[in-house]
T-cell receptor, first 109, second 113 residues
Framework: GQNIDQPTEMTATEGAIVQINCTYQ??????LFWYQQHAGEAPTFLSY??LDGLEEKGRFSSFLSRSKGYSYLLLKELQMKDSASYLC??????????WGAGTKLIIKP | IAGITQAPTSQILAAGRRMTLRCTQD?????MYWYRQDLGLGLRLIHY???????GKGEVPDGYSVSRANTDDFPLTLASAVPSQTSVYFC????????????FGEGSRLTVL
């Protein structure tokens, strides 16, 4: 079966750095997405990786290793507004998105 | 720019009733999707449409139907609602089934009693 694993919840301090991991086992691979979802709101796109390596976008970076079935989202200089759930999703060989259950990130002052 | 509009935002429904969740996009995207989101689970695909006039079944299609008469609209119908269909429903669209990220509507919270 297809599976996306990410931690259920993480806590970090304002101003710090946090890394959210995602491991996947899917039928084929056509890209990995990270989305942010604030409570009660819609998911919004953060990043996309299809080749191995690091993609940097401001305070957020996403890393992919296809051989290890592994990705992480790195958030720097954490702000209170970064408190949200972070969803990892993989596009499989049929171009369907397989979603992880999300990681709830709690930022403390 | 509206993006994707869903209606209603929230609804309480008696079991056995028919319900249609509306979804309209103004981005001229080819592909549209309906997901449900339940606590502790990832987003699960109900139905999708890669282009106007075509639809396909996702991971959890039973009890739901969709239509795609034109590019902009993608309604989701529950023919006879059951309590297990209590969930938050998200409509999404993308430029194509194999390109680009998904853009989501604000969600429809449905409670079936």
């Amino acid at each position: 079966g297809q599976n996306i694993d990410q931690p259920t919840e993480m806590t970090a301090t304002e101003g710090a750095i946090v890394q959210i991991n995602c491991t996947y086992q899917t039928s084929g691979f056509n890209g990995l997405f990270w989305y942010q979802q604030h409570a009660g709101e819609a998911p919004t796109f953060l990043s996309y990786n299809v080749l191995d390596g690091l993609e940097e976008k401001g305070r957020f970076s996403s890393f992919l290793s296809r051989s290890k079935g592994y990705s992480y989202l790195l958030l720097k200089e954490l702000q209170m507004k970064d408190s949200a759930s972070y969803l990892c999703a993989v596009r499989d060989s049929n171009y369907q998105l397989i979603w992880g259950a999300g990681t709830k990130l709690i930022i403390k002052p | 720019i509206a993006g994707i509009t869903q209606a209603p935002t929230s609804q309480i429904l008696a079991a056995g009733r028919r319900m249609t969740l509306r979804c309209t996009q103004d981005m001229r995207h080819n592909a549209m999707y309906w997901y449900r989101q339940d606590l502790g689970l990832g987003l699960r695909l109900i139905h999708y449409s890669n282009t106007a006039g075509t639809t396909g079944k996702g991971e959890v299609p039973d009890g739901y139907s969709v239509s795609r008469a034109n590019t902009d609209d993608f309604p989701l119908t529950l023919a006879s609602a059951v309590p297990s269909q209590t969930s938050v429903y998200f409509c999404a669209s993308s430029d194509g089934p194999d390109t680009g990220e998904l853009f989501f509507g604000e969600g429809s919270r449905l409670t079936v009693l």
